[in-house]
């Protein structure tokens, strides 16, 4: 894992989400959250606190857990650093 992914996991994890993976290919970033409806601008911001003027294109999105009933939040982005 990057020192970049273990920065967000770190970040996430201390504002009490769970953190299922954090993943990177090439300049694309991907958080999933193992939560479901959390709030879209509480996670923007801890991304661009953690990561600074680097982030581009961030989106929020939900999908559900291959194989489970379950729904996770997934935060990704491109990374210009």
Excluded: K, P
């Excluded at 923007?44 to 194989?67: K, S």
């Excluded at 935060?75 to 650093?81: A, C, I, L, T």
């Amino acid at each position: 894992m990057s020192d970049l992914e273990d920065e967000l996991r770190t970040a996430f994890e201390a504002d009490g989400y769970e953190v299922g993976e954090v993943s990177t290919n090439r300049d694309r970033v991907r958080v999933a959250l193992l939560v479901e409806g959390a709030e879209a601008d509480q996670l923007r911001d801890i991304v661009h606190e953690t990561i600074g003027d680097g982030v581009m294109g961030l989106n929020v999105t939900t999908e559900n857990v291959e194989g489970q009933d379950a729904v996770q939040t997934v935060v990704s982005f491109r990374n210009r650093s």
